[in-house]
């Protein structure tokens, strides 16, 4: 969720420039098969609100938002470094997103900080108990996936079809994953075809690849930016930057891990010991 752009009626540390100081947060995300552990870091500087948390006045609040699922949940703390957040695995998966603030836990009738800008004066501020007094910031993690589910192309990539009778194939972007849309007669042919192992490697070459190349383009590009909240966005653009090239067409390959090539050995093969389907 986006905060930058939200107004409030007092100073926020970290929007703007209206009081001084910094607010940041290192996170740490572990992951079995009951729990997904979250572990944050605070680093705050700014002497009031440090007061504040002391006198436990305001907390540093971690904010859990899961698409998949619906799960949200806000966790406090009073330490930089607090205990682990633990939650069931089975209530996150896929994206997840957390958020993290400093809220006010009570009522401050008159709220001043001496690092407000001078534009502020002696002026004072009434707050409420959940009021933002400084963002940390966000970031975003995958529930339930190991890191090499999260490198295999099924994790941002389906093939579907486009209902249309014979057209070239296109990608769609505006889905948690890209979704490949063959002809329906191409799909007919790739449903019989990918029930065959030996013929993998040929679908490789011939859909996921050129679709890969085209997908990595369009996320060069400023088109792709409205889409940066889908899983997708951020999965190819940690494979992207792992495998990087200048030329799309070979940072696909490095990430399909030559399918060319492998399609070649499959068919050879083939010509050697011929499969019927």
Same mark, same amino acid.
């Given at each position: 969720m986006k905060y930058n752009d939200r107004n409030?009626?007092?100073?926020?540390?970290?929007?703007?420039?209206?009081?001084? /100081?910094?607010?940041?947060?290192?996170?740490?995300?572990?992951?079995?098969?009951?729990?997904?552990?979250i572990s944050?870091?605070?680093?705050?500087?700014?002497?009031?609100?440090?007061?504040?948390?002391d006198?436990?006045?305001?907390?540093?609040?971690?904010?859990?938002?899961?698409? /998949?699922?619906?799960?949200?949940?806000?966790?406090?703390?009073?330490?930089?470094?607090p205990d682990p957040v633990k939650i069931q695995s089975v209530k996150l998966n896929h994206q997840v997103e957390a958020d993290?603030?400093?809220?006010?836990t009570k009522e401050i009738?008159?709220?001043?900080?001496?690092?407000?800008?001078?534009?502020?004066?002696?002026?004072?501020?009434?707050?409420?108990?959940?009021?933002?007094?400084?963002i940390g910031g966000s970031g975003k993690f995958y529930a339930n996936k190991s890191p090499e589910e999260l490198k295999a192309i099924s994790s941002f990539m389906d093939i579907d079809t486009s209902g249309k009778k014979n057209k070239p194939?296109?990608?769609l972007y505006d889905g948690r994953k890209i979704t490949i849309l063959l002809s329906q007669e191409d799909y007919n042919m790739y449903q019989k075809?990918?029930?065959?192992?030996?013929?993998?490697?040929? &679908?490789?070459?011939?859909?996921? &690849?050129?679709?890969?190349?085209?997908?990595?383009?369009?996320?060069e590009s400023e088109d792709?930016?409205?889409?940066?909240?889908?899983?997708?966005?951020?999965?190819?653009?940690? &494979?992207?930057?792992?495998?990087?090239?200048?030329?799309?067409l070979v940072t696909a390959q490095k990430i399909l891990e030559l399918p060319v090539n492998r399609s070649f050995i499959s068919l050879v093969k083939l010509m050697d010991e011929p499969v019927i389907l």
């Amino acid at each position: 969720m986006k905060y930058n752009d939200r107004n409030f009626p007092h100073p926020v540390l970290n929007l703007g420039d209206d009081i001084d /100081g910094d607010f940041g947060v290192k996170l740490q995300v572990q992951a079995d098969k009951e729990y997904i552990t979250i572990s944050p870091t605070y680093h705050l500087r700014n002497a009031g609100i440090e007061k504040l948390i002391d006198e436990k006045e305001a907390a540093f609040v971690l904010q859990v938002y899961c698409r /998949g699922t619906m799960f949200r949940k806000s966790y406090l703390a009073y330490e930089s470094v607090p205990d682990p957040v633990k939650i069931q695995s089975v209530k996150l998966n896929h994206q997840v997103e957390a958020d993290f603030f400093v809220c006010a836990t009570k009522e401050i009738h008159e709220y001043r900080n001496e690092n407000f800008t001078e534009d502020f004066g002696d002026y004072s501020f009434a707050i409420e108990p959940g009021d933002i007094l400084a963002i940390g910031g966000s970031g975003k993690f995958y529930a339930n996936k190991s890191p090499e589910e999260l490198k295999a192309i099924s994790s941002f990539m389906d093939i579907d079809t486009s209902g249309k009778k014979n057209k070239p194939f296109y990608n769609l972007y505006d889905g948690r994953k890209i979704t490949i849309l063959l002809s329906q007669e191409d799909y007919n042919m790739y449903q019989k075809v990918m029930r065959n192992s030996y013929y993998i490697n040929t &679908l490789h070459s011939t859909i996921v &690849l050129p679709a890969l190349a085209e997908a990595i383009r369009f996320l060069e590009s400023e088109d792709s930016d409205m889409y940066s909240d889908n899983m997708w966005y951020e999965l190819l653009t940690d &494979l992207k930057n792992e495998f990087y090239e200048i030329d799309p067409l070979v940072t696909a390959q490095k990430i399909l891990e030559l399918p060319v090539n492998r399609s070649f050995i499959s068919l050879v093969k083939l010509m050697d010991e011929p499969v019927i389907l």
